[in-house]
């Protein structure tokens, strides 16, 4: 399982940087990997939990639920250092501790919903991504960003795009074509370079080229937890 979390299975031998902004990137970092877990449920709960919120928000709440629910990490680690719940505890972690660590009730129910299926979930490995990704977006609560972004760490998968994301879409748009653009701009910057379009992001984002001026507010915090 380690060579493969750490890209050992990844294959680039196909991938064209058209753009010069993307070649850059990839002069940059050109042993970039993208690397699979192969655990779905793992990937899944965690962009449930980050679906339509701030992402400081979302690794608050992440943070609060794995230290309360999580276990224990093996061996020589840190103190404090835990794994995440296995699916039996998702399933019975009640709704008011969802509430105090800010998770509203349809991302609860929706975490709550896919640890119910953590069986059928984990058999979605045997499918190509792509399949797998249509097989999540079946889920109550679970739409194509969240598919995308289990797919990517699942699978590695080099080709699916965050659709529906709050930064990403701007972020192409002002590093390809020197504005924002939406997701349908997004995709159509994108699709030259198919079936790579998520490494195109990963390039652009780790090596420090992408281009995102800070032009628009910044997504509010929902807090819910006094309510």
């Keep these: 399982m380690a060579p493969a979390m750490l890209g050992a299975a990844d294959d680039a031998s196909d991938f064209v940087p058209l753009h010069p902004a993307v070649a ?13 877990t192969g ?3 793992e ?18 709440s992440w943070r609060l639920l794995v230290s309360k629910y999580g276990t224990q990490a093996p061996g020589p680690a840190p103190p404090g250092m835990r ?24 991302r609860a129910r929706a975490v709550v919903g896919c640890a119910q299926r953590a069986a059928s979930l984990e058999r979605l490995v045997s499918l190509p ?6 097989a999540l977006t079946s889920l109550p609560g679970v739409g194509v960003w969240t598919a995308a972004e289990t797919t990517q760490c699942v699978f590695g998968d080099a080709d699916a795009v965050s659709v ?17 653009v939406d997701d349908a701009g997004m995709l159509e910057l994108l699709e030259p370079m198919r079936p790579h379009r998520h490494r195109v992001v990963r390039l652009l984002e780790a090596s420090g080229l992408a281009r995102e001026p800070r032009r628009g507010p910044r997504l509010p915090v929902q807090n819910i937890r006094a309510l």
Excluded: C
Aim: proline letters at 11%; a positive charge.
């Design 164 to 180: 529906g994301d709050y930064h990403i879409p701007k972020m192409i748009g002002w590093t390809l074509v020197g504005r924002p």
């Design 129 to 134: 991504a792509a399949r797998a990704a249509e």
């Design 43 to 60: 990937a899944l709960i965690p962009a449930v939990i980050e679906q339509r919120v701030p992402g400081a928000d979302a690794f608050r």
């Design 83 to 106: 794994v995440p719940p296995s699916a039996e505890v998702w399933r019975h972690i009640p709704s008011w501790e969802f509430h105090r660590a800010n998770v509203d009730p349809g």
């Design 39 to 41: 655990q779905v449920l």
């Design 24 to 36: 850059a990137a990839h002069r940059r970092l050109p042993n970039l990997r993208l690397g699979r």
